[in-house]
């Protein structure tokens, strides 16, 4: 019963088998190698453009190089208030951006909205010396709190920060989770609704070390190089995470890990609503967050349940967790498995 995260996951089989296919030989060094060619081409044809790719070996180094892209002196990026580069990212994005100031806005779901974002870059206004200078806007999806927006949604932020002529970055740890629940194509999620740079996360749903920022414009990722190798983030052997997103798109296999990682969160939060409990925020990816009694917590965890208890913050009152009540995060992967999810419920039925 681990659902500590998808991080604790081994690598998919489609992954591990493309690894071993390359792994003898020799092959030139620093991404000047076929493989890797290869494979950044296959971004083109996902994203239905040219676009410029870049292997990195942390979803931590995607977005903090990707805003160190965008900054400017006295720069503000703007983010929610829980992302994960406001919150967990141990002010990487500060450091490789020279500085920039990342500003949390609050928002119901772990979500901003144009609104929000509006009225928080307004605080800077343009020419204004004193105030710093706008320099690019963020958002995760899926959301630290498992939800996902909507194409809708993108299209309005990205409306907003084109208003203060700056750039939208996407961090997409769990990009492929977001991108089969709302059905909609990898074009549609990003550069079609207004994203400039995405961090494309695939060690989450299956890879053992690969994920990649994403530029649409190539001619924005002009330096891009040099922040990567000076951020310490240029593989000299680029073809094993060429490998890896080799794998990782054979046979639509990322669409698939993913899929099947929704559909055990949901199953999940299914069985969790019919033995009383409830969860914090809608599960609309492969997170989510139930409130039970803290004595059927503590059985869970007895039994080996790997659970992490989790802050509820933002909730309305009849969501909330009562004094008695305790709100967890559960997250599932690839490698989660039927007998998993009956188990779990199970155990929960014998603590109700």
């Not at 779901?109 to 690019?136: N, W, Y």
């Not at 769990?174 to 994203?195: D, H, I, Q, Y």
């Not at 054979?250 to 409990?277: K, P, Q, V, Y």
């Not at 965890?301 to 305790?326: C, F, H, Q, R």
């Amino acid at each position: 019963m681990n659902f500590a995260s998808d991080n604790w996951a081994g690598a998919a089989p489609a992954v591990m088998s493309a690894l071993a296919r390359h792994s003898s030989g020799f092959a030139p060094g620093y991404g000047a190698d076929p493989l890797t060619a290869g494979v950044s081409r296959s971004f083109n044809d996902i994203f239905e453009r040219e676009v410029a790719v870049y292997f990195v070996a942390t979803g931590t180094a995607a977005n903090a190089l990707a805003l160190a892209s965008f900054a400017k002196p006295g720069g503000a990026v703007f983010c929610h208030r829980d992302s994960h580069i406001n919150i967990d990212e141990c002010n990487c994005p500060e450091f490789m951006t020279s500085g920039n100031k990342l500003v949390g806005i609050p928002g119901a779901d772990c979500k901003i909205t144009p609104a929000a974002l509006t009225e928080a870059m307004s605080r800077f206004p343009d020419g204004v010396v004193m105030h710093g200078q706008v320099a690019s806007v963020s958002i995760s999806q899926a959301t630290e709190s498992g939800t996902v927006y909507t194409v809708a949604e993108i299209e309005a932020l990205a409306e907003a920060a084109r208003s203060r002529s700056v750039p939208l970055h996407m961090d997409g740890a769990r990009f492929t989770n977001a991108l089969v629940s709302l059905g909609c194509t990898p074009a549609e999620m990003t550069w079609k609704a207004g994203v400039d740079a995405l961090s494309f996360g695939a060690t989450k749903n299956g890879c053992w070390c690969a994920e990649a920022v994403v530029f649409f414009d190539p001619e924005r990722a002009r330096d891009f190089e040099y922040f990567r190798k000076r951020g310490g983030h240029l593989f000299s052997k680029s073809r094993f995470v060429a490998a890896q997103f080799e794998g990782y798109f054979e046979n639509e296999s990322w669409l698939d890990t993913a899929r099947h990682a929704n559909a055990m969160a949901l199953r999940l939060a299914e069985g969790i609503r019919s033995l009383g409990g409830r969860t914090a925020w809608a599960v609309e990816a492969n997170e989510l967050f139930p409130i039970v009694k803290r004595s059927q917590f503590e059985t869970l965890t007895a039994a080996g349940a790997k659970i992490y208890e989790w802050p509820a913050s933002d909730l309305s009152d009849n969501v909330a967790p009562a004094d008695d009540e305790v709100c967890f995060r559960m997250v599932t992967s690839f490698a989660t498995t039927d007998e998993d999810v009956k188990t779990f419920l199970e155990t929960l039925t014998q603590a109700s």
